[in-house]
Nanobody, 111 residues
């Protein structure tokens, strides 16, 4: 049974940083492509980033150069390092595999 548990969200000022984590279980994590998506208030899901293999990360234009996706296969954990945060990054962030998501973690960027 696939389980994805996100953490690391919070309230941060514009220009600040956060690192999100997603602990995965129930499938061979080290072989899986993993994705971060987000949902802002009143909007649909938005793709943020996907990692292929060990460190081949792809990014939405809106976060390119500010966010970094990574993984630790020893810990079955996916990360999203978010720097230079903007108010428009405010959303619930989910890690996703094959359409399945965890409960999400709230990120709020506000002064």
């Amino acid at each position: 049974q696939v389980q994805l548990v996100e953490s690391g969200g919070g309230l941060v000022q514009p220009g600040g940083s956060l690192r999100l984590s997603c602990v995965a279980s129930g499938f061979p994590f080290r072989f899986a492509s993993m994705t971060w998506v987000r949902q802002a208030p009143g909007k649909g899901l938005e793709w943020v980033s996907t990692i292929y293999g060990i460190n081949d990360g792809r990014y939405a234009d809106s976060v390119k150069g500010r966010f970094t996706i990574s993984r630790d296969n020893r810990k079955n954990t996916l990360y999203l390092q978010m720097n230079s945060l903007k108010p428009e990054d405010t959303a619930v962030y989910y890690c996703q595999k094959d359409g399945m998501r965890g409960q999400g973690t709230q990120v709020t960027v506000s002064s």
